[in-house]
């Protein structure tokens, strides 16, 4: 069973495991050996156990893995048999790109409801979700059941409407402003900053190459 002991690094790669197991049964293969799946998803395979012993044992030696109820067991660890309903809060340039997106690929997590103190927006429904105003974001959280929100909103208010999100009761929150928001330890930040992104990835090449070895 998932505990919160796994660590950051193994629960980033499952997403990974499930699309290329997804992939296989998809195509009718019934099992895979862990070098296989090495191979695929470019994670060495002592990794792979390692990232699957937490998971208790999932694999028989000399046979592989079993694609199907590898699937199975990797479906109800990252919820993929339910739907998630998240909100995002401030819907300008980066919202509404996100509005947009609006993760078609994934039939298992969509933004059902969008934040905003613009008037000019709230009200409105944008890429198909409705834009509410802050005023009435504890009744909609509520009323949607949503535990997760996307933040967007500028960094000069980024830690007041964290407070905000923290007193209706928000559990996690996906960080895309490049302020680092402060939380109680009840509640998880997933910070998305794209801007360090791009120039940690500028910092390497101009240091490294296109190769860069130390990874
Ligand atoms: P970005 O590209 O970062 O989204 P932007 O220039 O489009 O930038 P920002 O000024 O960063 O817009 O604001 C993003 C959105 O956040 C705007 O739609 C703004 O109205 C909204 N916003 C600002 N303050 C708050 C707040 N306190 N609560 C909710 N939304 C807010």
Redesign the pocket.
């Given at each position: 069973m998932v505990t919160s002991k796994i660590p950051h690094a193994t629960a980033k790669r499952l997403p990974i495991y499930y699309r290329y197991l997804h992939f296989l049964s998809d195509a009718g293969k019934q099992r895979i050996s862990s070098t296989e799946l090495a191979d695929a998803v470019k994670v060495d395979s002592a990794t792979i156990r390692r990232d699957f012993s937490y998971f208790g044992a999932l694999g028989k030696r000399g046979y592989g893995y079993d694609v199907d109820s590898l699937l199975a067991f990797f479906k109800k660890t990252l919820n993929q048999d339910q739907l998630t309903n998240v909100a995002l809060?401030?819907?300008?340039?980066?919202?509404?790109a996100l509005l947009n997106y609006n993760f078609h690929q994934s039939n298992n997590v969509r933004i059902s409801a969008a934040?905003?103190?613009?008037q000019d927006?709230t009200g409105t429904i944008q890429s198909s979700v409705p834009v509410y105003d802050?005023a009435d974001m504890k009744e909609q959280l509520t009323v949607q059941q949503i535990e997760i929100v996307i933040l967007?909103?500028?960094?000069?208010?980024a830690q007041?409407?964290t407070n905000?999100l923290v007193d209706v009761g928000i559990k996690g929150i996906l960080n895309?402003?490049p302020l680092r928001i402060t939380v109680p330890n009840t509640v998880r930040v997933q910070n998305v900053d794209l801007t360090n992104e791009l120039q940690t990835l500028i910092y390497f090449l101009n240091k490294f190459g296109d190769k860069d070895e130390t990874l």
């Open positions: 809060i401030g819907v300008g340039n980066l919202g509404h934040f905003d103190i613009n927006i802050m967007t909103v500028p960094s000069s208010v007041k409407v905000e895309f402003t």
